[in-house]
């Protein structure tokens, strides 16, 4: 039983936070070649943030999880959405997850886990696919 909730609260958490991510993502318009640049520039920074420090498949479950560490480079607090893409043996996209952090303090880290929602059939590779800092409040 505790097992479900646990699942029934990462699912919750990843349907929640999948639109923050999308409204994250959308709201890096370009305005122009400038702003564009410019938010590609803080994307290529903010990927550099989050590692994949563990990547499997539940026995149980069959549902792939990933363990990410997000490390504020910044000299702001932030926050933090993070897309994990889990690919096949083929390299092929089998499921996605979403782990958030919030408030990581400047030069300080967070350890958070995505988790996936299809069974794989078979070993995983997991990919931070994409990442939406900014400023905590």
Known sequence: MRRTRAIAARLTAALVLAPVLGAAVAGCGADGDGAARGADDGRRAALGDVEVTACRVDDELRW???TVRITNHTATT???VVQIAFEDGNGRQVTV???AASAVPPGQDALERAQGTADPYGPVSCRVADVARYASP
């Open 78 to 80: 932030s926050n933090y």
């Open 64 to 66: 792939p999880s990933a």
């Open 97 to 99: 997850g979403v782990a």
